[in-house]
């Protein structure tokens, strides 16, 4: 896909700035250049193999694991708009004219430029193996890289159908890609060639200590195994290693390193060795118009893969060609991490083991309790130190290792919490340049900068600079470092307590004033209530909420509606749609699926999928024709796009299971019925199960209802199994169907007028506590349930089913194709005897830029 976002530029004598590269570097390094005044010297044109904005590859494994996909976006389209930049995504640059200083994208765009950057970043490394390609840029239906957006996203779609994954190589990356396929319900197989896993992070016995923790969760670990093929029979059915022996799997992916993406550098006729070769100002050494920056740039012999020196590498490249510091230069970076992997807190500096005789090596090794650390200390300064499970001393260890601090004379007191800093005092003896967020660069000097300008909140703090932002692993230590530079005078957030950001007031005082002043449209609440007048992040919560308060009351205004509310459908990547229609409790018929089936060949729908709610998702709806859709399926909305209620899983309880103690597919077709639609925090998906073997997987959903026998049902809430995993709280066990059938209601109305914003029940419940809403909805301590009840029931009656506006759209546009600006790829026809089939519907546009705005 090719999507260009632009903004006039005045006629000016700024020189032309082309940077090459789209990811976590390119960006950052364009950010160094506009906080260094690079925007009043420089017009910026980004090139960027992938059509999004700039997001956070480290959090990939979070999208794997089930997280959203939009929450890793660190610069969204719209940032680029602001800037002034000029941003080609989803268009590769193929070649570099450095004599007619040109670049030439593979979409035809030739942009000139005074100065370029090149920040290709690196591509997955793919071992040669026996049955892994199709053709020589073909995968084999089932194998994946692990890199990209678009790879998270294709694997989470095909884990959804499979049942058994692979991960070819053990370290950082593997390990994350085989957590997040264990959270989609599969079971995991790490292979590792080498005898121990993170082999770059971590010793042979840390890295023995780390197999167990992570066998004790499940995962499968295959160590000293080489992997020479993939079988297939049309789509992946397992691997064979060198020995002879094998596993069945039906999904394979690989994470057995990377390796820079230099073609751009060789074509272009620059010094390549291991990557494109700089001086100490991130140049290339063959012209000093030419920056390199990020995995593809080799500086001194070194090619770095981790956060933190890209950051510092930006940092030079900016100062030095804005003029800020023309002596600025970059020689080279202390490699330190911290990070999470699979759960477990791993941090890791210099080297693993003692190299000279001299060398002092103190060890701790706790295996029952995944613990390890280590200290290297050469001529009395630490030169290396591995912390897996406690990294409680990361801090202290970071300082000594960067600055070459005095180490204590009781070297155990470096892996113990016996000495050397910690807490506040940790974070005043610190010296500024210790990076304390490795996922977004951020140093001690940083956050004290902004609290000394004036933020005193830690999410304030947090929000300004995105330490704590990436894996989370630092917050801690920047809660510390904020109260430590705010001396005693850290501010509560209030904001953070707002419902939403452009209005003043939490939840229940914001649908008091609405009450009170008779509040029924988003824009009547702004002209009230917003200091700031209208804001468009408040407006989804503001309409969700207010349609709570009001039901068939509420004024509908258009504008505050995202794309996927205003069309019904949840918009994809290439600009096409997604429908769901409603499958109450997962039953469907003979009639449906005919006419789904008809609906997909009459439309030319690439593909039909199951979805893990028991419905039966139509992927590819062209926009223009989602009324016709509709009207053909004859079926209501599955709410597969809103927040709101959206399905009710269930088992076959009594009918025909020999296990059923109670009839569960009733209960869950009524109950998705009765509360279908309604409009929420954030997404509600149920489940009822007809005996505590839990098939429908009850315990694990925001509302989840267990046959226990005798008519008795459970009730259960909060409960999580994406990124966060967390069995729901036993709310009350009930006698009746139609008891079970009320308290849902109750809760869902409850949390519908409590929840925070974008807030899941798996948050909400552990915030109320379950014995505060056992107190008011079961035992109707305050009196509240009848009023829940009665509220319930008034939104009850205002529903009416969305996909009516099909027949009488609410605008003239509302189903055209509005931005027909730039073609998109037309996406594959899959099915379930290939995922390469042919593609034969016509490409759709840029709608998705609807999306953002």
């Known amino acids: 896909m090719s999507t260009t976002v632009s903004m006039a530029n005045q006629s000016d004598e700024r020189l032309e700035l082309v940077v090459v590269g789209n990811g976590m570097a390119g960006a950052r390094a364009v950010e160094e250049i506009l906080a260094r005044g690079g925007a009043s010297r420089f017009r910026i044109t980004m090139f960027g193999d992938e059509p999004y904005g700039n997001y956070n590859r480290i959090m990939l494994s979070h999208v794997l694991a089930g997280d959203d996909a939009d929450e890793i976006f660190l610069n969204p389209l719209e940032w680029y708009t602001e800037n002034d930049i000029t941003l080609h995504a989803g268009v590769r640059v193929v070649r570099v004219d450095r004599f007619a200083r040109k670049v030439f994208g593979d979409d035809g765009t030739t942009v000139a430029y005074d100065k370029l950057i090149i920040a290709t970043g690196s591509r997955t490394f793919f071992p040669p193996m026996d049955g892994m390609w199709v053709d020589d840029k073909t995968l084999t239906p089932g194998v994946f890289g692990f890199r990209t957006l678009d790879d998270t996203t294709a694997m989470v779609e095909y884990a959804g159908e499979h049942h058994a994954a ?68 049309g789509t992946v059915s397992g691997v064979v290693f060198a020995d002879g022996s094998a596993i069945d799997c039906d999904m394979v992916v690989v994470t057995a390193g990377i390796r820079p993406s230099v073609g751009l550098g060789v074509v272009s006729g620059l010094t390549v060795e291991r990557a494109i070769v700089t001086d100490d100002q991130m140049r290339s050494v063959d012209d000093p118009d030419i920056y390199v920056v990020g995995e593809c740039a080799q500086h001194r012999g070194e090619v ?186 850290v501010e509560v957030d209030q904001s953070a307590s707002w419902y939403v950001p452009s209005i003043p007031l939490e939840k229940p005082a914001l649908m008091a004033a609405i009450r009170e002043r008779g509040l029924r449209s988003v824009s009547s609440v702004f002209a009230e209530l917003a200091p700031d007048g ?92 989602l009324p016709a859709v509709w009207a053909d399926l004859d079926m209501p909305s599955g709410y597969a796009y809103g927040k709101s209620f959206r399905t009710v899983k269930t088992c076959v309880g009594t009918d025909f299971c020999r296990f059923g103690l109670g009839d569960s597919t009733q209960l869950g077709v009524d109950i998705e019925q009765r509360y279908k639609g309604l409009d929420s925090p954030a997404k509600m998906k149920l489940a009822v199960a007809g005996c505590p073997r839990n098939c429908s997987e009850a315990l694990v959903k925001d509302v989840g209802v267990v046959a226990v026998g005798e008519d008795r049902w459970e009730v259960y809430v909060g409960g999580a199994a994406g990124a966060s995993v967390r069995k729901g709280d036993l709310l009350a066990t009930v006698r009746g169907r139609d008891e079970a059938l009320r308290l849902t209601g109750t809760f869902i109305q409850y949390y519908r007028e409590n929840g925070r914003w974008l807030e899941r029940t798996y948050d909400f419940v552990p915030r109320v506590g379950l014995e505060q809403l056992k107190a008011l909805l079961v035992e109707d301590r305050d009196g509240i349930v009848a009023g829940l009840n009665e509220r319930m029931h008034a939104a009850i009656d205002a529903y009416r089913d969305p996909w009516l506006e099909g027949r009488e759209p609410l ?42 705005t």
Not at 205 to 213: H, N, S, W
Not at 541 to 559: M, P
Not at 827 to 850: I, K, L, M, W, Y
Request: charged share 25%.
């Open 166 to 233: 692979v991960v070819i190589g053990g370290g950082l990356l593997g390990l994350e890609a085989a957590y997040g396929l264990q959270r989609q319900g599969l079971e995991v197989h790490v292979v590792q060639s080498g005898p121990v896993l993170m082999n770059q992070q971590l010793d042979e016995e840390a890295g023995t200590i780390l197999r167990k923790v992570v066998e004790r969760i499940g995962i499968g670990v295959h160590t000293g195994k080489r992997t020479t093929a993939v079988r297939s029979h």
């Open 534 to 625: 209208e804001d468009a992040g408040s407006k989804m919560a503001l309409a969700s909420l207010l349609k709570v308060i009001w039901a068939g009351e509420y004024i509908d205004e258009r504008d505050a509606r995202f794309i996927n509310d205003r069309v019904h459908a949840n918009i994809q990547r290439d600009g096409t749609f997604s429908v769901v229609p409603q499958v109450a409790g997962g039953v469907t018929s003979a009639a449906q699926l005919r006419r789904i089936a008809d609906v997909a060949d009459k439309y030319d729908i690439p593909m039909l999928k199951i979805t893990g709610g028991q419905r039966i998702d139509l992927l590819g709806v062209r926009k223009q024709d």
């Open 304 to 489: 770095y893969g981790l956060v933190a020196p890209l950051w510092e590498q930006a940092t030079v490249l900016a100062d030095h060609i804005t003029g800020a510091d023309p002596k600025a230069a970059y020689h080279g970076s202390r490699m330190a991490t911290k990070l999470k992997v699979a759960g477990v807190d791993v941090a890791s500096m210099g080297i693993k083991h003692p190299q000279r005789e001299d060398d002092e090596f103190v060890r701790f090794a706790e295996p029952k309790r995944g613990v390890y650390k280590s200290v290297v200390i050469r001529e009395g300064k630490l030169v290396g130190a591995t912390l897996l499970g406690d990294v409680g001393k990361v801090a202290f260890l970071t300082q000594s290792f960067d600055r070459g601090l005095p180490l204590p004379e009781e070297r155990v007191e470096l892996l113990f919490e016996l000495a050397g800093p910690s807490g506040e005092q940790g974070a005043a003896e610190m010296d500024d340049s210790v990076q304390v967020c490795n996922c977004n660069g951020v140093s001690k000097g940083d956050l004290v900068a902004c609290v000394r300008g004036g933020t005193k909140s830690v999410g304030g703090v947090m929000g300004a600079t995105r330490a704590g932002k990436g894996c989370g692993a630092c917050k801690a230590l920047v809660r510390d470092i904020v109260e430590w530079a705010a001396g005693g005078d």
């Open 811 to 852: 605008t003239s546009g509302q189903f055209a194709n509005s931005l027909p600006l730039v073609p998109l790829p037309q996406v594959p026809v899959r099915n379930g005897h290939s995922s390469r089939a042919p593609f034969t519907s016509a490409p759709g546009t840029a709608e998705q830029a609807g999306a953002q």
